[in-house]
């Protein structure tokens, strides 16, 4: 029912932000969605699905405007569907997102990848793309887009935001091999991973570190410690990955 569906997510937006619903409602409902298409789900529902959650995402936008941008400013940030629908509807979330955490962002609809098309996403003033895909298997359509791209626009950063990757895909450099810059699995990391590579900081949902009176004596115990050795980075992934399979999770930090 879409209209329990948007007073649900209403609710949750109310408890944190934009882009943590769409991380934990949006993708998931899309996922369902796409195990179900050749399985269970009947025209009628595929059409249901994509009407309510275009009504959803209309909401969304009322609700939750972009943050303060430069009117009429080029978007410096697209986002485009990789093929079906379900690409849109996460492209059409992840450009909510970005807009939400301070980007200049639009979203393009998935097409066939014919020169006509590649020439209409009008993407001379973006420093990024992001292409959105479902797909469990996307190495082929995505390398070929990517090459697409990288012929008309070869400054472009592109990132491939696969929703359903398999883990050899999340591995590092996984996104060269296809074309790309990086690879992201959910709006939070595309969020993060657009303001990195802007060269700006994070937007929504985070606050500015204090700077402590010592913070001088802080910096030059750090730099004395050695944890900033290069050298260090082989010691701490054994810490990492030994904390990690102790306690049968998929990642660890060490700080």
């Given at each position: 029912d879409v209209d329990e569906a948007i007073e649900l997510v209403t609710d949750r937006v109310e408890e944190g932000n934009v882009t943590t619903c769409y991380d934990e409602i949006g993708l998931p409902v899309l996922r369902m969605a796409t195990t179900d298409h050749t399985s269970v789900a009947t025209a009628a529902h595929r059409h249901r699905v994509v009407i309510g959650m275009d009504a959803l995402l209309d909401e969304m936008h009322e609700q939750h405007p972009p943050a303060d941008a430069d009117a009429g400013s080029r978007p410096s940030v697209v986002c485009i569907g990789g093929k079906w629908e379900v690409d849109n509807l996460a492209a059409r979330m992840l450009t909510h997102a970005m807009t939400r955490a301070g980007q200049v962002a639009a979203y393009r609809p998935a097409g066939a990848v014919t020169a006509d098309y590649v020439?209409?996403?009008?993407?001379?003033?973006?420093?990024?793309?992001f292409i959105?895909?479902?797909?469990?298997?996307?190495?082929?359509?995505?390398?070929?887009?990517?090459?697409?791209?990288r012929r008309r626009w070869p400054d472009a950063k592109i990132v491939l935001a696969l929703w359903n990757a398999a883990p050899q895909?999340?591995?590092?450099?996984?996104?060269?091999?296809?074309?790309?810059?990086?690879?992201?699995?959910s709006m939070a990391e595309a969020v993060l991973q657009?303001?990195?590579?802007?060269?700006?900081?994070?937007?929504?949902g985070f606050l500015e570190a204090p700077t402590p009176a010592d913070d001088r004596a802080r910096v030059a115990a750090l730099h004395s410690s050695g944890a900033l050795d290069p050298r260090a980075r082989s010691l701490f992934d054994v810490a990492a990955k030994r904390a990690a399979d102790i306690f049968d999770v998929p990642m660890a930090l060490v700080s």
């Open positions: 020439d209409g996403l009008d993407l001379d003033d973006a420093d990024i793309v959105s895909y479902f797909t469990s298997e996307p190495e082929m359509q995505a390398r070929h887009f990517c090459r697409r791209l895909m999340q591995q590092e450099g996984a996104g060269e091999s296809l074309g790309a810059t990086a690879v992201v699995t657009a303001a990195d590579l802007a060269g700006n900081a994070a937007g929504e």
